[in-house]
């Protein structure tokens, strides 16, 4: 009898060990990740009261924002996340009555989905055209390594952009309760950024960014 439940936890203990290095399992199974894209937010009687920025003739921020957004989706699912989107592609438009409810709204709903990420996308815009770059920002401190990870990988996939650094700003979030970050991917007031932010091929680069930076931090801390 003793023989026998040694043998069981010896093969219990085995089975376990087994699991712990299974090669297949992805570096984000099972966690969950809401990404916001910002802006496009109407009111009820359908005037836009947060449009974000844009750049001369050229791209908007809340068009830039969902569609890096929705290139980052695939990326973090084939890592083996679990993915939301607080606006999307068919579904572009939010609604509210003025903006600072809309933004709370979008934290209740990271709160609400148990999300263990929360990370808000935005584009920059500056009165002064020579400033350009990436900026990250986070606000409570159980926020502040997912930022510095997510920065990392925008300084190792972005060589020739400007690192604007990490700043800790209360507009990130205060309401949600997982680490939050917000990234501003570039300048819409810069010519030759707002170009870039434009185009698909460099959108692809910074959804790759976001989605390393998310994956990096989830590998270094659980
Ligand atoms: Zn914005």
């Not at 992805?26 to 005037?47: F, R, T």
């Not at 890592?79 to 579904?91: I, S």
């Not at 990988?153 to 800790?168: M, S, W, Y």
């Amino acid at each position: 009898m003793r023989r026998r439940s040694l043998f069981l936890v010896g093969f219990l203990a085995i089975t376990v060990r087994a699991g712990a290095l299974d090669p297949i399992q992805k570096p984000l199974a099972g966690k969950i990740i809401l990404l916001d894209p910002g802006h496009a937010v109407k009111n009820e009687a359908g005037a836009i009261i947060n449009p974000g920025a844009r750049a001369r003739h050229g791209a908007y921020e809340r068009d830039v924002a969902l569609k890096v957004a929705a290139k980052i989706v695939p990326l973090l699912e084939a890592q083996g996340a679990k993915v939301y989107m607080t606006r999307t592609p068919d579904n572009p438009w939010r609604y509210a009555r003025v903006k600072s409810a809309d933004n709370r709204a979008r934290a209740i709903m990271s709160n609400v989905l148990r999300a263990q990420a929360y990370v808000r996308i935005h584009c920059d815009w500056n009165r002064s055209r020579s400033f350009k770059g990436y900026t990250t920002y986070y606000y409570r401190w159980g926020s502040r390594e997912l930022a510095k990870s997510i920065r990392q990988a925008f300084v190792q996939r972005l060589p020739t952009h400007r690192d604007n650094g990490i700043h800790r700003r209360s507009f990130v979030s205060v309401t949600s309760r997982m680490p939050a970050v917000l990234v501003e991917l570039g300048l819409l007031s810069n010519r030759n950024e707002a170009k870039d932010l434009g185009s698909d091929a460099y959108q692809a680069i910074l959804a790759q960014a976001v989605a390393d930076g998310i994956t990096n931090y989830f590998v270094q801390h659980s």
